[in-house]
């Protein structure tokens, strides 16, 4: 356990910077580098090599594979799944110098957000961009393995391919779960519904 971290497993290796927040029950392991303001949540496991830049919020039961860095911009809920070396990004004008040729800095850059709400599942190797002003993953969507995601994903959606496109509504639950359109017998409005739970997708979940 960490001694600046109590109830926090930290590896020795690893690099956390001063105002930075664990919660009981994470653990860090080999090479993670944890910026100042970053605040991880409880139960929460960041793999090897995990980059978390500053000011950076991470919910509870957190898991975030090897090599994946998450950038100043980027907020995880709870429960969120980041694959193995999937990329995050916050650069809206990505450049090392301006036009005159001076190297730029933070009065240059300007900053795009990306939001991963609950449950929110990315693939190993998928590459989401920062929207203008915020990029938003939807509560238990699931982007395939290598997409590129470009535009907001709906809560409960599948996208796949570069640039990502929706395929279909997934079940928490399971992929091989059927999930259909079934309309509201009040408002008469389509609701994603699980033929196997028996229950709209927002009921399969706690929240």
């Given at each position: 356990?960490?001694?600046?971290?109590?109830?926090?497993?930290?590896?020795?290796?690893?690099?956390?910077?001063?105002?930075?927040?664990?919660?009981?029950?994470?653990?860090?392991?080999?090479?993670?580098q944890i910026r100042t303001g970053a605040k991880i949540g409880r139960d929460c496991i960041l793999?090897?090599?995990?980059?978390?830049?500053?000011?950076?919020?991470?919910?509870?039961?957190?898991?975030?594979?090897?090599?994946?860095?998450?950038?100043?911009?980027?907020?995880?809920?709870?429960?969120?799944?980041?694959?193995?070396?999937?990329?995050?990004?916050?650069?809206?004008?990505?450049?090392?110098?301006?036009?005159?040729g001076r190297l730029k800095t933070e009065a240059d850059w300007r900053l795009g957000e990306t939001v991963?709400?609950?449950?929110?599942?990315?693939?190993?190797?998928?590459i989401v961009v920062c929207g203008d002003p915020r990029r938003e993953i939807g509560r238990w969507a699931l982007v395939a393995a290598g997409a590129v995601v470009a535009r907001d994903v709906r809560d409960f959606e599948l996208v796949a391919g570069n640039p990502a496109r929706p395929l279909r509504y997934v079940c928490p639950s399971g992929l091989d779960h059927e999930v259909a359109m079934v309309a509201n017998g009040t408002s008469g409005a389509a609701r994603p519904v699980c033929r196997v739970c028996q229950k709209i997708l927002y009921e399969v979940v706690r929240r």
């Open positions: 356990m960490s001694e600046r971290f109590p109830g926090a497993f930290v590896h020795p290796s690893a690099s956390v910077e001063d105002g930075v927040e664990i919660g009981a029950g994470s653990r860090v392991f080999i090479n993670v793999g090897k090599d995990v980059f978390v830049d500053a000011g950076v919020t991470i919910g509870d039961r957190v898991k975030i594979q090897n090599g994946v860095s998450v950038y100043r911009g980027v907020t995880l809920e709870d429960e969120v799944f980041l694959g193995p070396h999937c990329v995050t990004t916050n650069d809206l004008d990505p450049a090392s110098v301006t036009p005159d991963f709400r609950t449950g929110a599942r990315i693939g190993a190797g998928a």
